[in-house]
Structure formats: C-alpha cells, structure tokens
C-alpha cells in the first residue's frame, strides 16, 4: 500500500520559516516526480513546486527564492524548506509522487500552513 504522509506544517509569523517533510512508504520516491502543491478554500490547487527523477527542480512564481524542494533518498523523503513567509502562503500543502509512465499518481493528506502575526 502506498503512503505520502506531510508533516510539519504549523503556525508561524510573517517573515518565519517552516520545513515540510513528505515521507513514502510502499514506493521509492527517487523513481517519481515529487510536487508540492496547496490549496486555500475555494481555490484550486497551486503547483508550487517540482522536483524530478534527475532532481531537476521547478518553482511557482510566487516562492521563487524563498522555497526549496529537495529530497534525501536514503530516507524516502522529500522537503519543502519555506523561508521568508508570507501571509499569502497560508493554505493546506500536499505532497504528489507521478510516475507517468505507470499511471501513479498519489496524494498524501495535506498538512496546515498558517502565516499570521
């Protein structure tokens, strides 16, 4: 069975930073392109950003020098180190693992971002 569980989001004050783990389980993430999205209350999902099977990696325009994606494959997981917040990041941020080839596609559960003061 396949799991991508998030953690690590939280309250956090403008200007702070958070770290978003995505730990798999039931799949070896460096075979997949791993994205981060987030999604606030009637909106759609933001691709925020991306990292592939080569470590190639994408950002939205939005986070651009103040996220980084990375992954650490000896532990399964992959990061979103969040800098420099704003009150607009606040949403519920998911994790996705896509192997295209194979028609996966997971999701994890989401985990809450708030950036108030």
């Known amino acids: 069975q396949v799991q991508l569980v998030e953690s690590g989001g939280g309250l956090v004050q403008p200007g702070g930073s958070l770290s978003l783990s995505c730990v798999a389980s039931?799949?070896?993430?460096?075979?997949?392109?791993i994205n981060w999205y987030r999604q606030t209350p009637g909106k759609q999902r933001e691709l925020v950003a991306t990292?592939?099977?080569?470590?190639?990696?994408n950002y939205a325009d939005s986070v651009k020098g103040r996220f980084t994606i990375s992954r650490d494959n000896a532990k399964n997981t992959v990061y979103l180190q969040m800098n420099s917040l704003k009150p607009e990041d606040t949403a519920v941020y998911y994790c996705?693992?896509?192997?295209?080839?194979?028609?996966?596609?997971?999701w994890g559960q989401g985990t809450q971002v708030t950036v108030s003061s």
């Open positions: 996705n693992g896509v192997r295209t080839n194979w028609g996966a596609n997971y």
């Open positions: 039931g799949v070896i993430l460096r075979s997949y392109t």
């Open positions: 990292i592939t099977e080569g470590s190639s990696t």
